[in-house]
């Protein structure tokens, strides 16, 4: 009668093998996270100035001129709160800059929150936040670009 099983030499190999697949793999998926987060910022802030000129288009033909005076229904006292309406007008929502909401979460990695009239800060990490600000003169959603994160997210 014989018996199949791994000897112990294999199982040391099998384990080491793994090891060093573990060492190659984890680096690159913790940086496909950060990477995701990235690209959803852009994604975000693309589709926000695009809403913008929008928005600046609608007003034109009906008449009004000029950028919208804000891009939420979002007041001094629900700034720095979490799940507003962002970009996103509740009560007229045709005039809204985006078509669905963001929901603000403070201190969430990859979310946004509103700060201030017409300032919203987004966390890249849970503690990196990279403040936004609107003129509603000149139509411009951007950040300070000597900030590196502000770099990283607009390059």
Request: proline share 3%; aromatic share 10%; glycine share 4%.
């Amino acid at each position: 009668m014989t018996k199949t099983a791994f000897t112990m030499i294999e199982l040391v190999f099998v384990i080491v093998v793994l090891g060093i697949l573990a060492t190659v793999a984890v680096p690159r998926l913790l940086v496909t996270r950060d990477d995701a987060i990235y690209s959803k910022a852009r994604a975000e802030i693309s589709a926000i100035q695009s809403g913008i000129e929008t928005q600046k288009s609608k007003n034109i033909l009906s008449g009004v001129r000029g950028y919208p005076s804000n891009l939420d229904d979002v007041n001094s006292t629900t700034y720095n709160t979490n799940d507003q309406l962002l970009f996103y007008k509740k009560d007229d929502s045709t005039n809204s800059v985006l078509q669905t909401p963001v929901f603000s979460k403070i201190g969430f990695a990859g979310h946004w929150v509103k700060t201030a009239d017409n300032t919203y800060t987004l966390y890249i990490e849970n503690t990196k936040p990279v403040v936004f600000t609107y003129n509603n003169s000149t139509g411009r959603f951007v950040c300070d670009y000597d900030e590196d994160d502000c770099k990283e997210i607009l390059r």
